[in-house]
């Protein structure tokens, strides 16, 4: 691989890290306190919940990335081995710990969008206060990443807007159907 090719190579992975991390984010801790809420949870448990989400997540998603690119790293080191002998000087390898970083904080700057919006919004507004912020912050995260990787800018919006609104209607309906029966 030539050293541009590497330098793309590690452009995408960081990007891709940032925009899953940033998605994930926002759509897991908001699902999570739109469950809750559905369930008919007072504020405080919304909280919790929210909180627990956003921290849980954003370790989850750092130790994620840092495993998963550090097992990418290894076969790059190995294959370069294989190909180039103990001359390995020259190659950019990607980095876990960049990964794992960009991640933890992409998850939380996303994460912060739904939980500031449920916890500030006036109890009688908030699940549309945080289906508002998201609907924002997702298409916010879908333009930004295809203008970053010269993609379709609607194709790459909409993708990001049908997943998070499925996802949080969906453990709404489960927080209603559950906070009901239990």
């Given at each position: 691989?030539?050293?541009?090719?590497?330098s793309?190579?590690?452009?995408?992975?960081?990007?891709?890290?940032?925009?899953?991390?940033?998605?994930?984010?926002?759509?897991?801790t908001?699902?999570?306190?739109?469950?809750?809420?559905?369930?008919?949870?007072?504020?405080?448990?919304?909280?919790?919940?929210?909180?627990?989400?956003?921290?849980?997540?954003?370790?989850?998603?750092a130790?994620?990335?840092?495993?998963s690119?550090?097992?990418?790293?290894?076969?790059?080191?190995?294959?370069?081995?294989?190909?180039?002998?103990?001359?390995a000087?020259?190659?950019?390898?990607?980095?876990?710990m960049?990964?794992?970083?960009a991640?933890?904080?992409?998850?939380?700057?996303?994460?912060?969008?739904?939980?500031?919006?449920?916890?500030?919004?006036?109890?009688?507004?908030k699940i549309?206060?945080?289906?508002?912020?998201?609907?924002?912050?997702?298409?916010?995260?879908g333009?930004?990443?295809?203008?970053?990787?010269?993609?379709s800018?609607a194709?790459a919006?909409?993708?990001?807007?049908i997943?998070?609104?499925?996802?949080?209607?969906?453990?709404?309906?489960?927080?209603?159907?559950?906070?009901a029966?239990?």
């Amino acid at each position: 691989m030539t050293n541009q090719t590497e330098s793309i190579n590690s452009k995408f992975n960081k990007l891709r890290a940032a925009v899953l991390g940033a998605n994930d984010g926002i759509v897991s801790t908001a699902s999570v306190v739109m469950g809750v809420a559905g369930a008919g949870a007072d504020n405080k448990a919304v909280f919790t919940a929210g909180m627990a989400a956003l921290v849980a997540g954003a370790l989850s998603m750092a130790v994620g990335e840092y495993v998963s690119v550090g097992s990418q790293r290894d076969a790059e080191e190995s294959h370069v081995k294989n190909v180039h002998g103990n001359d390995a000087e020259g190659h950019e390898f990607t980095s876990p710990m960049q990964a794992a970083v960009a991640s933890l904080v992409a998850f939380t700057v996303g994460g912060l969008v739904p939980f500031l919006a449920v916890v500030l919004a006036p109890s009688e507004s908030k699940i549309w206060a945080t289906v508002g912020a998201v609907i924002v912050a997702l298409l916010l995260t879908g333009y930004f990443s295809a203008l970053a990787g010269n993609a379709s800018k609607a194709r790459a919006m909409a993708r990001v807007i049908i997943g998070g609104l499925l996802a949080m209607a969906v453990t709404y309906f489960i927080g209603m159907a559950f906070g009901a029966v239990v």
